[in-house]
Each structure stands twice: as C-alpha cells, then as structure tokens.
C-alpha cells in the first residue's frame, strides 16, 4: 500500500516552545491529509482536515492558531504546535487520502509523533 | 453530527476464543472502514464495506455491514497473539471524511 511518513517520530520539549512536525506521502499524491490527536487508550481524535493549496478545516474546540497547518504541496503537510504546554503532550498522527489511491481510497496513517512537553 | 459508537472498549479473550466488536452509527452511512491498530503503532487499513447486508472475509477474520448501512461487526475466529491491538470502524455518511469510533483493544492471553 502507499506510504506515509512523518517525522520526527518523537520530540520532547520545554513549555512555550514550538514544534513542526511533518507529513509526507511518499509514492503517491494527497489532495488531503488529516490530522489526528491520541490520547493513551483513546481513539483517534481529528484535529484538522488540510487540502493541497487551501486553509485547513479545524474540527470545534481546535484552536487554529495554535496548531498550524500548511499543505504547501501534495505530498507534504506539516503541523506546527505554538507555543507548546504540558496538556499538549500526546501522540500526534496524520494520515493522506487521495481519491483513486488504493483500493477502496481509504486513509494512509504515518507512524505518529510523539510530542512531550516539559 | 455524525457519531460512530463502538463496543465494548477493552476484551480480553483466552487464545483460541472467538472475539467481536461492534460499531453502531447515529446515522445511515455510505461505507465503513475497519482499521487496526498494533500497540505503539498507527492505525492500518483492513477493509471497506459499502453495500448494505455486505459480508467479507480475511482469513480468520469476518467484516459484516447491516442491513440499514448503520451498524457493523468484526469477528475474529480462534484468536492468536497476533490478533493484539485496537481495532477501529470508520464510518462515512455524506462526507468524505470518516468518523472513527474509539476502538475495541482486544487483549489475548496465552
């Protein structure tokens, strides 16, 4: 199948520090790529839905400001957390969907970053 | 909004049980994804179901799609450790976008 990658894969940080992280799709073009939050245990909490060329779409309760988005092409994404606190610290995974991308154009995860803040 | 409600949260099961979850939509949907999830990994397709009463296989492992296109199952035959992990529906109504359900994290015990 198609493959994802993000990096970096783990970053700790101290609070009031930023931190981009980057999606990249690697054999195949995304017109969209997501952006999920997980919690331990927990599901897949979508943050923010990224199209090549326009703004991304934050879900309610994500603050835009502070998680940046920018899908400067159609294989590259990338999330920039501003400002980084402790409460942020969770496991950040983005996933690529292209329309005609395998076989029944479901979504392409990357392996996740894991973000802890000091 | 749409919302996809999975069940139960945690199973563990003896190797060799059978194991299912259960995904339930608030709303009729236009597919489902199942997704599984491996512990410290990410979230891998497995399947998509899109036609009403849809019933599919892989290997030890039976995807089903109700007839209302608003529920569906996953059941896992005879369970072997490898079986470990979360597994997710999906489910997409109108959009394109899917709404993931909060995963079934099945525990096999040796």
């Known amino acids: 199948g198609a493959v994802v990658s993000q990096h970096p894969s783990r970053v700790i940080c101290k609070s009031g520090t930023s931190v981009k992280i980057e999606c990249r799709s690697l054999?195949?073009?995304?017109?969209?790529m997501f952006w999920y939050r997980q919690f331990p245990k927990q599901s897949l909490m979508l943050m923010a839905t990224?199209?090549?060329?326009?703004?991304?779409?934050?879900e309610q309760g994500v603050e835009k400001d502070k998680f940046l988005i920018n899908h400067a092409s159609l294989t590259l994404s990338t999330l920039t957390v501003t400002s980084a606190h402790p409460e942020d610290s969770s496991f950040y995974i983005c996933?690529?969907?292209?329309?005609?991308?395998?076989?029944?154009?479901?979504?392409?995860f990357g392996p996740g970053t894991r973000l802890t803040v000091l | 909004g749409q919302q996809v409600m999975q069940i139960p949260q945690y199973q563990h099961v003896q190797e060799g049980e059978d194991f299912t979850t259960y995904c339930n939509s608030s709303?009729?949907?236009?597919?489902i994804q199942w997704y599984k999830q491996r512990p410290g990994g990410h979230p891998v397709f497995l399947i998509q179901?899109?036609?009403?009463?849809e019933v599919k296989k892989q290997k030890r492992l039976t995807f089903q799609f109700g007839e209302a296109k608003k529920n569906s199952s996953l059941h896992i035959t005879a369970t072997q450790t490898t079986d470990v992990g979360t597994y997710f529906c999906?489910?997409?109504?109108?959009?394109?976008?899917?709404?993931f359900g909060r995963g079934t994290s099945l525990i096999v015990h040796p």
């Open positions: 996933s690529a969907y292209s329309s005609g991308t395998g076989s029944y154009n479901e979504q392409f």
């Open positions: 054999d195949f073009q995304a017109t969209t």
């Open positions: 990224s199209n090549e060329g326009s703004k991304a779409t934050y």
């Open positions: 709303t009729t949907l236009s597919n």
């Open positions: 179901l899109v036609k009403s009463g």
């Open positions: 999906a489910g997409s109504g109108g959009s394109y976008i899917p709404t």
